[in-house]
């Protein structure tokens, strides 16, 4: 059996399960990673890279998103410097997704573990950032970040007492301020 035949099945296996849950949002969920598979396989084919694509739900309710992910060995072309290819890799991704569904999608695409790894580096810097506003009681603006970026380091602030984040700017030059209560 094929790698394309295991992505298939395994898609299928997912969207069974989802529907024996019958959450509309999930299978919804379900067949935005099966597109989104579909047309990150023939990207790969013609971009002549070697991964396989890995689909999961992440997440419940309003915040639950399909996450792809391409794994394999020499992606970081892919990636691009800080990211860049991947975001744009996920936006096209997302377009092929909405015009096949018609409804936005909330698709997130890793690529070689990138975002995983990200997410670490984002949690430590955000718990860093609260604790130095706690220190200092004063704001600590951090860089520009993605809202992705924005989202775990959001999330990491919350975590701690006595401090709160919100987001100023407009992109790209969006950014997290963390602030002492």
Not at 30 to 42: F, T
Not at 75 to 86: E, K
Request: no cysteine.
């Amino acid at each position: 059996m094929t790698d394309t035949q295991n992505d298939t099945d395994d898609r299928t296996a997912d969207a069974a399960v989802a529907s024996d849950a019958g959450d509309g949002d999930t299978d919804l969920l379900v067949q935005e990673g099966d597109i989104a598979g579909d047309y990150l396989e023939r990207l790969l084919d013609i971009a002549d890279v070697d991964g396989d694509i890995d689909m999961d739900v992440e997440g419940n309710g309003s915040t639950a998103r399909a996450v792809v992910a391409i794994v394999g060995e020499g992606l970081d072309a892919l990636v691009g410097p800080n990211g860049q290819t991947l975001e744009a890799l996920q936006e096209l991704t997302r377009l092929a997704v909405v015009q096949q569904t018609g409804v936005r999608s909330r698709l997130m695409l890793d690529i070689g573990g990138y975002r995983a790894r990200r997410k670490v580096e984002l949690t430590e810097i955000g718990s860093r950032a609260a604790q130095r506003a706690l220190d200092e009681q004063q704001p600590v603006k951090l860089a520009p970040m993605t809202p992705f970026e924005r989202k775990v380091v959001h999330d990491a602030v919350a975590a701690v007492e006595g401090v709160t984040s919100e987001s100023e700017g407009v992109e790209p030059e969006r950014r997290v301020v963390v602030v002492p209560e």
